[in-house]
Structure formats: C-alpha cells, structure tokens
C-alpha cells in the first residue's frame, strides 16, 4: 500500500465556512465551574503562603525538603514527616519571554512581556522547583543562575494564593536602568 | 479529621475555585449536515439503510456501525413513529421545580425501524404511553434554523 | 510472551486546521481505510484499541464512548486509553498487548482528534492541565512549558536557536511529500527565527499547529500475519515510562522518561547499540527542539550532540540516520493522537518500501516511532522490523 494510492478523509473548512454558515455547526460554552478542595498539604502551604512564608515538607527517609510540599513522598512511597520553612528567595533555572496571554491573545507591543521561570527556591532541595513570573526587570537582563527575591503583596491584600507573590525580583539590581514591572 | 465528622459540601472545607474557560464550534459532520438541511430547507426527514447488512439509520449517516460500509444514499421517511419508551421530568438543570413536567420520548422511526430517536412529547404526563402514535411538529420554514430546536417537539 | 504480532495495513485521513467531518467519521474514514488495505472486513477484527487525546479538545465528555462507533468498537472488546501526547505510540501498544497475550488474534488501533471544535483554540483547555491552585492562577498558556524546557536544553549543552530552527526546515520540507500534510513548506532557518516571537526562545514556526484528523492500523498474531500479507512489519520493542508530576522539579535538559522507555523496547527488541541497529526513527516533535531532546533520550545521540547531527545532516533522508521522513508533527500536522499513529504507520510503510517520494535509501530493516505527552513527563516507544 501507499498513501499516495488511498482515498483519504477529511473535508478541510476555512474558518469562514463555519462563521458565514456555509456549513452546519452548534456553538456552545459549557459552564464548567469548580471548587478544588486544597487537602491537607497544599493548604497549609497557601495558609503560610498569606502569613508571607513558603513552607516545604520533609521525607526523613531519602531527606527531601520537597516544594510545593506533599503529605507523601512519591520517591520512597512513605508518609512525609515535617514542615519546614523555606527562604523567601531563590535561583532562576530557567525561563522564557512570553508575548501571548494564556488564551492566545497578544499582549500589545509596548507591553512589557510575561516572564515566567522556574525558581528553585532556598531552603528546598535541589531541583525542587516551582513556576512562577519574574518582575522588575529588563528581559534583556534575565539570566539563568540569577538569584531572585519574593515580591509580596501587602499582608492585608493576601488571599492564600499563590499569586500572594506577586512576582520575583533580582536580588540584586540589574545594570540596566529600564526595569518594569510584570504587565 | 475524625471519621464521624461528615461534610457533604466542599466549599465548606478550604479550597481554591476556578474555571476551565473552554468553548466549542461543533461542525455537524457529513452526516447530520444533509439530515439538518433537508428539515431546515424542505421539513423533510432523511434516513439511510446500510447497502451491505441493511441496517437503517434515523438520522442518516455516512457510514454503517454495524458493518463499516459506506452509506451514500439517503431516503425520505414521514418522520411519524412509534413510542418505545418515555419519562416525565420535574426538574429542570439546576435543580429547581418545573412549572410542568415535561415528558421525553424515545421513539422508534416510521420507515427506519432499527432506529430510534429522543425528543420531546407535547402531551401531559397522564395521557402519555408505551406505543403510542407520534408526529413531528416543526417551526415555521423561515425560523428554522438547521437545529435540533427545529423539531418543536412530537405530539400524538 | 504468547505471539509475535505485526502491522498488516494501516489508513489515515488527511490533517487539516478544521474538518467537516465530526471525530466519528474521521475515525471511520482512517479505520476503513486501515482495513481496505489489508483486504479485511470488520468481521475479521477480534478487538479494537482506541486512543484520544483529552476530551476537552472535543468537547465532548467520554470521548472513548462518543467515538466508538466510528472506531468499529459496536459490541466487540473496545478500550480507550489516553496518556495526553504520547497516546499516538501507547494506542498501538495497547494493540500489541491484546494480540501478543494471545488472547485475539486481531486488533484494529485507531487515533482520533477533533482539536477545531475548542474555539477559538484549545488554550483554554491547555490551560487546566496545569496544577488548579499552585499554578493555574499565574495564567500559564501551554508555550510557557516548552519554553522553560527549550530554554534550560539550550542553556545546558550552549546550543544556538540557529542550529535548532533547522529541525523545522526539514521537517516542513520532507513534509512535501506526503499526502495527508497540513504545513508542508520550503522555509529558511531565518523564516523560522524571524516569524512572529511567542515565548522566548519559542517563535511561531517553533511550533505544530492544532489539526484534526485520524490514522489507524491493523494488528494481527504471527500465522494470521503471514496469512494476509507478503509484507508483515512485526512489533519487537515496546516501552514507556512516567516522569514526576511536579514538573517543575525535573532536569528539563533531558528526558530520562523517554531513554527508560526506550530501554525497555531495546531490551525487548534485543538492540544493543540502538545508534547503528535503528535506522530510521518518527521522534515527537511537537516543537522544534523535541526533536532533538527525544533523539538524546532515545539513545540515537549523545547528550546535547542531537544539533550537531542535525547541522551535518545525517537526519536528512538521505543521512546516515533519517529523523522524520514524514515531516513529522511540525509538516504533517498534530492531531495530538493521531499524529503518533501516523508516525507509526510512516515507519511501517519505510519498512515495507513503500513510503513512495518519502522513501528513505538503503532498504532499512529496523525502526521506531516515539510519542511523548501528559504534562511532559510520559514516553511511549515502538520498535519495529521488517524481519
């Protein structure tokens, strides 16, 4: 057999074939709405998260100080053991520049960009990483290996979130005098 | 958290809301175009019988289930049939009481007998039965719309 | 192990960005043409192992039941599984366990997608694949990953985005010659470096568009094999192996779940030094850079060597080691299941010689399709051998 030979499927449609009802189609928005419940391990960490802390959990088996902090340890199959609070700073391990908002859209030129990373944070074992968004500084200036800062938002403002930080900062100021803020 | 403590709405304990923001374009496929086309442009009816194992279909289809043959022919039916089953419905979406109970049919198709078909009944609940007569009460040409809606409902 | 099991005829529809058919009839179009090839009928089929990608791409919730008719499923033993990406590759093991168990002696495996009903993309869906309360509310989009990934495989070998970008000037240009393809282009390294910029590193021509379409293929045990077809190409590895859910604590410079994976097709396939022994390989390439990343794991190059390669040509069709003679998921199209199937079947046809313009030189005997997926963190692999 061979592709070239086989009577293949698939009407392929431009977009205005469905926008100017040339064909048939249902357009539907489906209310999906949910309330996930935090267990017991990602709630204590949004809890320190208001209180201004990041805490980890500890396996006293294989030693682990694991973030975000679980009640079990995935590598040696036990129950977890401790909390233990990690440093409110941490190391760029990598990151991007990103011109495209979660629902594709673009973000206008003159916008200064996303910058999303992923941040090993201090007092944590190494590679235990977490996503988050750099601020107040220049793209150009990133770099991985930076060491950067927790911004918070103000105590009264926090809600048990993860975006009680509002981003992450150099921690030490960047050469280059054009630094932004996220968004 | 002891066993007897029983919470049976999750909101009660902490937890982080959110959405998953999706919606859809659903094109009605080969099928179910030229069913839909011929209620909106001439309120006929379309099934298809399987040339291989003849097996029929209401609405018509591109391709047998049964035996995987293709199907290209349609043919019209009166869109009449027979009730197989049914139901009456109280409550509406979200929980709350109907004003009147709706009753929903599953019928068997008049000229595509293997086939059945759920809509609507426009009866009350009490006159409703098992094998009863039924015909298709479609919107006026111009409101139609190429929809499922298009049928308004059954009635006896 | 029961039986040896083979491919004996496969199908596929064309990828496009939006088709008219529903998921249904494009699962039938591809299984139809599937059995056509092989002179079989649905009768003859004992199971059927379907693979679709998530339902929110759809929209349509039990996609396994909603696309069981099209997938000839109607009152036979019919599974649907799903490992996000790599179910392309994981659709056609699951075949292989119910025939190399002995239980059936024929399997139909068909991948389906219908990605252009999530209007108008299926951002929003990516998005809840990310964790709800620890990352979700920073409002990643699905590039933010590959980008992270893409930046940190960089950073750790000193690769350039030059070197990269190449992957998708062959892959769009090999592309060309197949008749299914969506993107099939003759594009410059500098195309791709100066179209639109999404997510440093990644820029448009980085990525994969969102498809619709299906491919499926026929399995059968050893003496009904032989029975049927002159050409059979047998399943002799398979593998595939899970990563940490918390992806942000893995080594994004290399896919350790992959090369587990492949190690345990090898093993099964009895290959020991994969570089020479695999001649031809399908890697996923969703991005650019995955190419390059899975042929690493897969133990086709050194650590951070995979560009190089590439620079040298020796993954051109005509190159010591062909990577994606079919213009892979980058020229063909990512119907996200669907397109590991193809990759499959693109091996199948380079095994059989019968890849017509896409023939790869040298009659090659050995080969193998890759698929990756989940939150990027699964690897599903497939050996296979014309002998």
Redesign the interface.
């Known amino acids: 057999m061979e592709l070239e030979k086989l009577k293949m499927g698939a009407?392929p449609?431009k977009e205005t074939d469905?926008k100017e009802g040339k064909?048939?189609?249902?357009?539907?928005?489906?209310d999906?709405?949910?309330?996930?419940?935090?267990g017991v391990a990602i709630?204590r960490y949004?809890?320190e998260l208001k209180n201004g802390r990041i805490i980890a959990r500890k396996c006293n088996k294989c030693n682990r100080i694991m973030l975000p902090p679980r009640m079990f340890c995935e590598l040696c199959w036990r129950a977890t053991d401790e909390w233990v609070y990690c440093k409110d700073t941490g190391t760029v391990n990598t990151f991007s520049i990103c011109y495209v908002n979660w629902?594709a859209s673009r973000i206008p030129p003159g916008q200064p960009p996303h910058i999303p990373a992923v941040i090993h944070v201090d007092g944590a074992s190494h590679f235990m990483g977490i996503l988050h968004v750099l601020g107040e500084v220049d793209p150009d200036d990133v770099k991985i290996g930076m060491k950067v800062k927790a911004v918070w938002k103000k105590p009264e403002e926090r809600e048990?979130?993860i975006t009680d930080i509002m981003y992450w900062k150099p921690l030490r100021p960047a050469k280059s005098k054009k630094a932004t803020g996220r968004r | 958290m002891a066993l007897s403590e029983r919470i049976d709405r999750?909101?009660d304990?902490?937890?982080?809301?959110?959405?998953?923001?999706?919606?859809?374009?659903?094109?009605?496929?080969?099928?179910?175009?030229k069913f839909?086309?011929a209620i909106k442009d001439k309120g006929e009816f379309l099934a298809s019988k399987c040339p291989e194992c003849g097996t029929t279909y209401f609405p018509c289809r591109?391709?047998c289930?049964?035996?995987?043959s293709?199907i290209s022919d349609t043919y019209k039916v009166p869109g009449t049939g027979r009730v197989e089953s049914f139901t009456v419905c109280h409550l509406n979406m979200d929980g709350t009481k109907k004003e009147t109970p709706q009753v929903v049919g599953l019928i068997r198709m008049d000229g595509a007998e293997d086939a059945t078909f759920v809509h609507l009944l426009d009866i009350s609940p009490s006159r409703a039965s098992i094998g009863m007569r039924v015909k298709p009460v479609l919107k006026p040409k111009k409101e139609r719309e190429?929809?499922i809606l298009d049928i308004i409902s059954f009635k006896p | 192990m029961g039986q040896r099991v083979a491919i004996i005829g496969a199908g596929m529809t064309k990828f496009v960005r939006?088709?008219?058919?529903?998921g249904?009839?494009l699962a039938?179009q591809a299984?139809?043409a599937a059995?056509d090839s092989c002179g079989l009928?649905?009768?003859d089929i004992d199971c059927v192992s379907l693979g679709t990608a998530p339902d929110?791409f759809d929209?349509v919730h039990m996609k396994g039941e909603y696309l069981s008719?099209?997938s000839?499923g109607?009152?036979k033993p019919y599974i649907r599984h799903f490992v996000g990406g790599g179910t392309g590759v994981f659709a056609p093991i699951h075949g292989w366990f119910h025939v190399a168990s002995g239980v059936f002696d024929t399997c139909l495996v068909v991948c389906s997608e219908k990605m252009?009903?999530?209007?108008p993309h299926?951002q929003?869906?990516f998005?809840?694949i990310f964790d709800?309360?620890t990352e979700?509310?920073l409002d990643p989009t699905l590039i933010w990953i590959f980008a992270l990934e893409y930046n940190r495989y960089m950073q750790t070998y000193g690769i350039s985005k030059r070197d990269i970008a190449l992957v998708s000037v062959k892959n769009k240009k090999n592309a060309m010659d197949h008749p299914a393809a969506q993107l099939p282009m003759e594009i410059t390294v500098d195309d791709v470096l100066n179209s639109e910029l999404l997510a440093w590193p990644v820029n448009r021509l980085d990525i994969s568009p969102a498809s619709d379409g299906a491919a499926a293929i026929v399995l059968a045990g050893e003496r009904t094999a032989r029975r049927l077809t002159d050409k059979p190409v047998w399943i002799e590895g398979v593998g595939w192996n899970l990563d940490t859910a918390y992806w942000a604590t893995r080594d994004l410079s290399y896919p350790r779940y992959v090369e587990k994976a492949a190690r345990m097709a090898y093993e099964m396939a009895g290959i020991k030094e994969p570089k020479k022994e695999i001649e031809i390989a399908e890697p996923y390439d969703p991005f650019t850079y995955k190419e390059l990343h899975h042929m690493e794991g897969l133990l086709l190059a050194d650590r951070g060597e995979a560009p190089q390669l590439l620079v040298d040509g020796v993954t051109q069709r005509d190159g010591d080691r062909p990577m994606c003679p079919s213009g892979g998921a980058l020229g063909v199209g990512n119907p996200i299941s669907a397109t590991g199937l193809m990759k499959v079947i693109e091996i199948f046809l380079q095994l059989r010689g019968e890849a017509g313009k896409r023939q790869v030189p040298g009659n090659p005997t050995c080969g193998l399709a890759q698929a990756w997926g989940d939150l990027m963190q699964v690897g599903t692999v497939i050996v296979l051998k014309n002998r």
């Not at chain 3, 939006?18 to 529903?22: F, H, N, S, V």
Request: some cysteine; charged content about 20%.
């Open positions: 009407t449609l469905v064909v048939l189609s249902l357009a539907m928005t489906p999906l709405s949910y309330a996930w419940d935090n709630g949004l809890e629902d048990g979130s | 999750n909101v304990l902490t937890h982080f809301e959110g959405k998953i923001p999706v919606s859809y374009v659903y094109t009605y496929g080969l099928g179910l175009e839909f086309r591109i391709f289930e049964r035996c995987f293709e190429g929809s | 939006r088709a008219q058919e529903t249904k009839e039938w299984a139809k059995l009928t649905l009768k929110a929209g008719d099209g000839g109607w009152r252009s009903s999530c209007h299926p929003g869906a998005k809840t709800h309360t979700q509310p």
